[in-house]
């Protein structure tokens, strides 16, 4: 059976008829620095955007001197409101890394939420580590999931290319 034949629809290359093709020719670990890179912007943006505003306020709310429990009560709101402002970082830079990326798997987009949470980490300092230094062991594999995830999730084809 002869292959089917797109004809362009504007002034692109006539050879070009999958989206695959489109994408760019960097190797798969130019993308996992892309989506580290892209994933610490965002989370950027997004922790200036909600999470910083929430601790102003909730850190303002906190007596002089708080009591263990109190201190305990404050680690925990904060951090309900940190975990999802991470992973939708995490989860739109691996998306990116699966949707723009050439011969990428969705390890590749595990490996940009590994890198990007490592240097986060890193660059937080002693803050970062728990006093055993559990902190890393737990929050790169975290980091990995949320951004396979969201390769995985850009990587699945849309509806309108399964439908024809």
Do not use: K
């Not at 830079?93 to 390890?107: K, N, T």
């Amino acid at each position: 059976m002869p292959s089917r034949r797109h004809l362009p629809v504007l002034a692109g290359n006539p050879e070009t008829t999958d989206d695959a093709d489109a994408r760019s020719d960097l190797s798969p670990a130019a993308w996992v620095g892309i989506g580290a890179l892209a994933t610490l912007v965002v989370g950027a943006v997004l922790a200036a955007l909600f999470y910083v505003p929430f601790a102003r306020e909730t850190l303002r709310a906190v007596p002089r001197a708080p009591s263990a429990v109190a201190l305990q009560a404050l680690r925990l709101r904060l951090l309900c409101v940190a975990i999802p402002v991470v992973s939708a970082a995490l989860a739109i830079g691996g998306a990116i890394v699966g949707r723009f990326g050439s011969a990428i798997r969705v390890r590749h987009g595990a490996y940009a939420g590994a890198l990007a949470l490592s240097i986060a980490v890193i660059a937080g300092g002693r803050a970062a580590f728990t006093r055993d230094g559990a902190g890393i062991w737990f929050v790169v594999p975290f980091g990995a999931a949320i951004a396979a995830l969201g390769a995985w999730i850009a990587m699945r084809p849309s509806r309108a290319r399964r439908s024809q």
